[in-house]
């Protein structure tokens, strides 16, 4: 069965730094999605970078992106320039062919999230 | 933009009671999911449905029920709220296939049974 581990409960950063959340995942499959979504304090979900597991070139959005390492299952989440509404859940998923019950795909895995947290 | 909706922000109920938590979405989406997240155990999918009339057990499906008779509409139901159901309940939606799993959501039911 596919698994999600984000190894870090909580992070904290300063203002304009860098910081990377580390996720990992455990799969058969060959050709998977991966995302982080992020979950502002009492705010709506949204996701924040997707990639895809055919696709080498790593994901990008604008201050965001992932150095996505398929055979090492690894799918971390780089914030570049750390902003005070950065401050939020951030949680990993994976969803995959497999990932279906009842014949339908859309499913998704996620991880137990990261609290991150940007200090000014 | 695709917009998932949910009827309470903030809910509080009594142990025993019937609960209906209702999500709407209006992007036409086959699937709609159920899951509830707490803290340290993350997101844990309840239901799901792939179509009307359609559901499919989640992970954590005891104590809950589901109902969809519009293809816009998914409902979670608790049909005996007990304690140990206080939780942050989000409903999602997504394109039925492989090649688009992304999930949207809604803004959340903060359920709190006494």
């Known amino acids: 069965a596919q698994t999600v581990t984000q190894s870090q409960p909580e992070m904290s950063v300063q203002e304009a730094e860098t910081v990377t959340l580390s996720c990992t995942y455990d799969?058969?499959?060959?050709?998977?999605?991966l995302f982080w979504y992020k979950q502002p304090p009492s705010r709506q979900m949204i996701l924040v970078i997707r990639q895809e597991a055919y696709k080498q070139q790593n994901a990008t959005e604008n201050r965001f992106s992932v150095n996505f390492q398929k055979a090492a299952k690894s799918f971390s989440l780089k914030i570049s320039d750390s902003q005070l509404g950065d401050t939020a859940m951030y949680f990993c998923a994976f969803g995959g062919r497999l990932m279906n019950y009842g014949g339908s795909q859309g499913n998704l895995i996620f991880g137990k999230g990261t609290k991150l947290s940007v200090k000014p | 933009d695709v917009k998932v909706t949910q009827s309470s922000r903030y809910l509080v109920k009594r142990t025993g009671e019937k609960v209906f938590l209702e999500c709407v979405q209006d992007m036409d989406h086959e699937n709609m999911f159920w899951y509830r997240q707490d803290p340290g155990l993350g997101l844990r999918l309840i239901y799901f449905s792939y179509d009307v009339k359609m559901k499919e057990k989640g992970d954590i499906p005891e104590g809950y029920s589901v109902s969809r008779e519009k293809k816009e509409r998914f409902s979670l139901i608790l049909e005996s709220a007990s304690t140990n159901q206080t939780s942050m309940y989000l409903c999602a939606s997504s394109w039925f296939g492989e090649e688009e799993c992304e999930q949207y959501f809604g803004p959340g039911t903060r359920l709190t049974v006494t």
């Open positions: 799969t058969s499959e060959s050709n998977y999605y």
